[in-house]
């Protein structure tokens, strides 16, 4: 859109990669000169006048794809917005270059209150950064803690010509978007929350991330109607297509995780892009998360406290002492969504920045491959609540979880309906948070449920659960329950 265009256009997506050769010759582009940027399946070339280069195309490790697509995905979720001034940035990223941290926590935690600046706190060192110039004005109160952050530093050289930076935070252990104004253009990054090597937490993003199903047909139609318009929001695909709100958000949002989408920010549409000649093909460590979600999505987790046992396994096995700096978490998960399903005894012991350093299960995928072919479900499944309670209160024994952090016992007996369009959450995302708090999520309403959160466009459900006189809460009471 911001481009003049020669010949005939096609859309696609070429990986090449970005060498210092390729950023010298950007770094010669000039006003008074013309630049030419030629972008082809075998490749790319850029030619400024002083010079040029082409760099070949290059294959993509399906490592990075998945991450690229889990944070390329969440860029349409809801976060904690603020404006940081890039004198604070510059200072934030000094402090990483010039210290190298030799224990955890190795995060950034940012205190918000409404009204006053955010602070900025490097951890291990607890060096706090406060903000120079912006107030935070969002309706979030508290704190939110980010891991990876030394990928930061790719801002650095352009600190000096910034204005502001817009952060975008999704949560603790979270994806999170950096825009860098600057004169004229804008510069975005988007990080996940966690470390290349931290299943964990990866996992915990992916299950809350998930959306609603929808058919491969239905994916095949949404994609040919994007890739026909380029652009499209999942209300304009709703009235053009007849899917209600859900299924067009879960549609567009299947589009992005498979790579054949992209959500641009900074517009709010989803935009076609195909990252490869053909959809990210689903492998057997995806087969293991989806039984994971559904085993969280019917409360199949239950956590046991400190020295109860549990005969409903064949036992739990154990590291011996787990280390001061470590907290252990011992739950029984059951095999599948059937309550007479099998259960599995499984042992995680998480550091102070949420990442598994031991785990175990009982079961034979376990037995017979450990981690060498990627965690199994049962395991992918409590370690997701657990990153989410540890990351959250900090102790998985604290009797009295501060606010906002995981309590497995806040919805104890409890059955929660959500109905209708949620904003502030994914239908999926809400669903866990209950069952991540010791409730239960139900997909009707009867006389056993005790509480109906209802969106927008709320139908059927919200009308019998008036019926029947059920307490109906809006997102923003839900929201005051987690937050205790």
């Not at 290059?58 to 944070?71: A, E, M």
């Not at 860029?75 to 990483?96: D, K, P, W, Y």
């Not at 979880?401 to 409890?414: E, I, M, Q, S, T």
């Amino acid at each position: 859109e911001k481009l003049e265009t020669f010949g005939r256009v096609v859309f696609g997506t070429t990986n090449v990669d970005y060498s210092a050769a390729l950023a010298d010759e950007i770094r010669r582009v000039r006003s008074y000169r013309p630049a030419y940027l030629s972008v082809e399946s075998g490749g790319v070339q850029i030619a400024t006048g002083a010079g040029e280069r082409y760099e070949k195309k290059i294959d993509l490790p399906p490592t990075w794809v998945r991450g690229f697509l889990q944070v390329q995905s969440a860029a349409a979720f809801s976060g904690v917005e603020l404006t940081l001034s890039a004198a604070t940035v510059a200072e934030m990223l000094s402090v990483l270059r010039r210290r190298r941290e030799r224990m955890s926590p190795r995060s950034i935690k940012f205190s918000l209150k409404s009204g006053e600046r955010p602070r900025i706190v490097l951890e291990p060192w607890n060096i706090e950064i406060i903000e120079w110039n912006h107030v935070y004005e969002g309706g979030f109160q508290g704190e939110i803690r980010i891991w990876g952050r030394r990928r930061l530093l790719a801002l650095t050289e352009l600190m000096p010509f910034a204005t502001s930076v817009r952060c975008r935070l999704l949560g603790t252990g979270m994806p999170s978007y950096w825009s860098v104004d600057m004169d004229g253009h804008r510069f975005d990054l988007g990080l996940s929350g966690w470390t290349k090597n931290d299943w964990s937490r990866s996992a915990r993003f992916d299950l809350l991330a998930a959306t609603g199903s929808i058919s491969d047909l239905e994916a095949d139609q949404v994609a040919g109607l994007l890739e026909r318009r380029m652009k499209l929001t999942p209300e304009a695909l709703a009235d053009e297509t007849g899917l209600t709100r859900d299924a067009a958000t879960a549609a567009l949002q299947r589009l992005t995780r498979e790579g054949r989408a992209m959500y641009d920010l900074a517009a709010q549409v989803y935009r076609w892009r195909q990252l490869l000649p053909f959809p990210v093909p689903a492998d057997e460590a995806d087969q293991r998360l989806r039984l994971a979600q559904r085993i969280i999505a019917t409360g199949g987790v239950r956590f046991l406290k400190p020295g109860e046992e549990d005969d409903e396994t064949d036992g739990f096995s154990s590291s011996g002492r787990t280390e001061e700096t470590l907290t252990r978490f011992r739950a029984v998960v059951r095999g599948g969504e059937s309550k007479r399903e099998r259960k599995f005894a499984v042992t995680i012991d998480l550091d102070a920045d949420g990442r598994a350093q031991f785990v175990v299960c009982s079961c034979s995928f376990f037995r017979a491959n450990k981690l060498r072919k990627g965690p199994c479900a049962h395991i992918l499944a409590a370690s997701s609540l657990a990153s989410q309670q540890a990351t959250g209160s900090g102790s998985a024994a604290t009797d009295a979880p501060k606010k906002g952090a995981v309590d497995l016992n806040r919805f104890k007996d409890k059955t929660f309906v959500f109905t209708g369009t949620l904003t502030l959450f994914t239908r999926e995302q809400a669903e866990s948070l209950v069952v991540g708090n010791g409730g239960k999520a139900a997909g009707s309403v009867t006389r056993n449920t005790d509480f109906v959160v209802a969106g927008d466009k709320a139908g059927s459900k919200l009308q019998k659960a008036q019926q029947l006189g059920i307490p109906v809460l809006t997102e923003q009471e839900f929201q005051k329950m987690l937050e205790g």
